[in-house]
């Protein structure tokens, strides 16, 4: 039982220090929500647009704010398209 209770401990503690890859890349103050669709340069690459991970789309609590969180995504997505292009 004891190693399950470590098992248990050692995911709550993973779980808790879960970041965002924007705050893995940007630094742990870094705010999507705020920096999304944007081009950005970072030390490993100098363009980076940073948008919602796909699943936080169909986290949405309604159809509506599916559909607003979806378009959105679509303009971060031609965003990084465009900038991609201009490489």
Known sequence: ??????????????????TTAGQTIFGSSFPVT??????????LAPKVVATVHPSALLRQPDEMSRDRE???????????LKAAGEA
């Open 1 to 18: 039982m004891h190693g399950v209770s470590s098992l248990q401990t050692r995911e709550a503690n993973r779980f808790r220090q879960r």
């Open 70 to 80: 979806y378009a959105r995504f679509v303009v971060d997505l031609r965003v990084a």
């Open 34 to 43: 705020r920096e999304r669709g944007k081009v950005l340069s970072s030390k």
